[in-house]
């Protein structure tokens, strides 16, 4: 069997948020810099920090007031409410280097992205220099530093870049990676999350080097298909692909939109049909890791005159619930219902990657929409998508038989290729 001869590197910007203010703000280097989600209440977290604070053991996700604790009296604590659309600018003008090697770049997250350089790199050498041309041209360019994996599948390269930093680069092979990668804790591993974590260490599995020499038929009994996965990753036989960049980036919009089974005549069944076509589009927009910014509504009524009214949204959101309840305002705003409905759509616009920081930790009712969300779309994803309706929807036998996932009604989004 031929084996698959790829180079991947996987390029990860050091303590990005707080590097970013650093550089704008080059007389706050030598404090310890705080970006955190929202000053004005003491427990805020901290989104990220330089080497300064980390220094002094502060972690990423702790409250500000531990995080000041730690460091009180030892240094000058800089505490700077995070700027996510000028790091998503930065972020994007980087991307732009890495473009200039392959098409093939996949983000994760704002700070971190895949590139499959196969189709330029005939061996490791090659694969190395790509990777020091990128470290320098970023660094020469926009005064950050990355540290960068090159190995021959994604998992290892994102290993890779964990393994030193900052700027600095690891070369992780299928000749080296049991002595650079074995001895590491279990949890290193891409996706082995706390509960996980925790269930392979009463199983004594404690490092990467167990996991792969685990009975892979043994994983799977404790983590089913996951438990495949790991035994893979630890084991150097991740194939996935790194995505193309326009597979996701740049999509512009999503939408869904549904001729209904009757034509709507009040608010009520206008509201059932706009939550099935929210749910729909909330988690197509949450399988592309966005937020929208931007909702819109199209409107036909039965005589197939049409209208089409947007509105910005106060936060970006990917949930359920905050898109049905826009969209329903939006429509109460534009429309009277003195004409019966043929047809509706919703179209998502204007994403970030990001959620607004604080909201992240004080708003409760979106982590509770968001989980309720996730429990649905779990559901259906298992039973099929008719499986389970939210409340209003069952109301309605004929309205509730919509299915907006049918292909049909999708509507295409736009790429832009750069
Ligand atoms: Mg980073």
Not at 179 to 202: F, H, M, S
Not at 260 to 286: H, W
Request: with cysteine; hydrophobic share 35%.
């Amino acid at each position: 069997m031929e084996i698959l001869r790829r180079f991947i590197l996987h390029s990860d910007l050091n303590n990005f948020y707080a590097s970013v203010e650093c550089l704008l703000n080059p007389k706050i280097r030598k404090d310890a810099v705080l970006v955190v989600g929202d000053q004005e209440k003491r427990h805020g977290v901290v989104l990220a920090k330089n080497y300064v604070a980390k220094s002094f053991g502060v972690r990423t996700g702790e409250t500000v007031y531990e995080a000041e604790t730690k460091i009180a009296g030892k240094a000058k604590v800089t505490k700077i409410t995070a700027r996510l659309s000028v790091y998503q600018k930065i972020s994007k003008k980087i991307k732009q280097v890495y473009l200039k090697y392959t098409d093939n770049v996949e983000s994760f997250g704002i700070d971190e992205s895949w590139l499959d350089i196969s189709k330029n790199a005939k061996d490791y050498t090659e694969a190395m220099q790509i990777a020091e041309m990128i470290r320098k041209e970023v660094k020469e360019t926009f005064g950050l530093t990355v540290s960068i994996g090159v190995s021959f599948n994604k998992i290892f390269a994102k290993l890779g870049s964990d393994l030193r930093k900052p700027d600095a680069i690891t070369l992780i092979t299928r000749g080296n990676f049991k002595d650079r990668i074995w001895g590491l804790p279990a949890n290193n591993l891409l996706y082995v999350g706390r509960a996980t974590d925790k269930k392979l260490e009463k199983l004594n599995i404690k490092t990467i080097g167990d996991v792969a020499n685990a009975d892979v038929t043994f994983l799977e009994k404790y983590f089913g298909v996951m438990g495949r996965r790991l035994w893979e990753f630890a084991n150097g036989l991740d194939l996935s692909p790194v995505k193309h960049s326009s597979d996701k980036d740049e999509i512009k919009s999503i939408g869904n939109s549904t001729t209904c089974p009757k034509d709507l005549t009040t608010i009520e069944e206008v509201k059932t049909v706009i939550y099935t076509l929210s749910e729909c589009v909330a988690n197509r927009l949450k399988k592309e890791n966005y937020y929208c910014k931007e909702i819109q509504i199209f409107i036909k009524d039965f005589e197939l005159n049409s209208i089409e009214r947007q509105m910005k949204l106060p936060y970006p959101t990917d949930t359920c619930n905050d898109i049905a309840k826009y969209s329903i305002e939006l429509f109460e705003k534009s429309y009277d219902l003195s004409t019966p409905i043929r047809a509706i759509g919703i179209r998502l616009k204007d994403f970030s990657e990001v959620m607004q920081t604080n909201l992240l930790t004080t708003n409760h009712q979106i982590a509770k929409s968001e989980q309720l969300d996730n429990i649905i779309g779990k559901i259906k994803k298992k039973y099929g998508y008719m499986s389970i309706g939210r409340g209003n929807m069952l109301l309605d036998e004929a309205l509730g038989e919509i299915n907006p996932q049918a292909e049909l009604h999708i509507i295409h989004p736009q790429y832009y290729r750069f």
